[in-house]
């Protein structure tokens, strides 16, 4: 071996020990940096000029593809059961406990006991106002979980549109990013921070919706939805959404009034096991806006047409006239469920009574309360016997009577308002208990999966033992290029 090989070895050896340690220092700085990926030199021999040696010929990322995908998947369906539990979390605060003051239950018996309450002294105008106060509290506490109800069909409706444009951003940034590790890859140069980059902002959309990565020629990838949907594969297939603000109990995808998603301009079905979407938080917010916000509007319309009928019966109150409002009504009005539909079409005749609901305007006139009218009568002329409780009575007995249910989930049914009131709330808490279940069982396997994804990832402990070898290595190498020196110095005294 000629002197100038031995240099020209130990100088690509000093080199590729120097790029080593640099990976190693990189490695255990990022060693608890969400998503890096260790880095290892890959060393070939040089044999350019026929003087061998050794050179760095790229930088591996070291990723198990089988771990992250899986881990991928598992962020999408945890993504999507926290979601909906969170939201359906939401509703049922608004409900509130039995024993919560303000509850929807708390001020069914607080409606009651004022009835029951007047009906003792049912002289006493202070009874009776706090009867009326009691059943306009009530009223409004039906409408409040109706709004609470649409507030969360308006919120999945934003979240959808902002979930949408991360989802198109990424997709950008991803092809961006394609096109620059094949430029570079094509010189010849390191692309491990772009890949870093890249993998990056695809993690970023993977609790949104389930992102499947296929390798391509040359450092590229294509992206899919967990269902098979194409994202990005030489192009960008963008999501479209147009969000709609403020939505309305009438307000649904097929009246044309809500958006639906596509991608690549073909319109696709968000939500349901057969969906291209894939399960995630984006899925998530569909199902909300569009099944489990609709059916819980169902539900409490349902209790608020029950309340209302059940006090606009002429047969309880014979003041009322043939179609007359009794205590409850829709916005002053009797409820009437063949009344003709409004502009959007609606699925169920009482769509969006809950938000409509209120007491008698004759008995709660603003400024002008005519009490009076509990005792005798919403469309008595004139006061009657102070003293005589009876249509008091029949009230609060109408209130506890089991009657049939006409509409929502419980129709069929006969049962007392209260109790109708009270299944209506186990109904939210077990959908809620439910998906709280889900989100539980879909955390443990994220977190599984990021264990084993973190099994893989940068050993401090290992790289230390890398960098003794590398250190030994590289003080080899300078040893060989000392001993030439000195035989060079040798040479010219000779």
Known sequence: MSLSFALFNAASGLR????????????????????YARREPMLTTDIVGGNGGVRVSGIARIVDPVVMADRRLAEAGAGRADTLARALKSVEQAIGEPSDPGSLSELVARFSSRLIEASSQPESELRLRQAVAAARGLAEGVATTGAAIQQMRSRADTSIAQMVDRVNTALQQVDTLNDQILRLGAKSRDSSALQEARQQAIDSVAEILPIRE???????????????APLLDGRVWELGFTAAGAVQPEMTVEAGALSGLSIGGVPVDPTGDRSLLGAGALMAQFELRDIAGPEAQRAID???????????DPA??????AGGAGLFTDRGLAFDPA?????????????GLAQRLSINPLVAADGADEVWRLRDGLGAPAPGPVGDPSLIVALSERLDDARLIASG????QTRGFADQVAVFLSGVATTRQAREGEA???GARLAGYREAEAAGGVDTDDEMQKLLVIEQNYAANARVIQTIDQLMDELRRI
């Open 302 to 312: 349902a209790v608020a047409r029950d309340l209302v009928e059940r006090f606009q």
């Open 409 to 412: 989930p419980q129709q069929g």
């Open 316 to 321: 309880l109150d014979p003041s009322l006239g």
């Open 339 to 351: 009344a003709p539909p409004p502009p959007l079409p609606r699925p169920y005749p009482e769509e």
């Open 214 to 228: 296929v390798q391509r020629a040359n450092g590229a990838v294509a992206l899919f939805t967990g269902n098979g």
């Open 440 to 442: 539980a069982f879909e």
């Open 16 to 35: 590729a020990q120097g790029r080593a340690a640099e990976l190693v220092s990189g490695n255990v700085s990022n060693a608890l940096t969400p998503g």
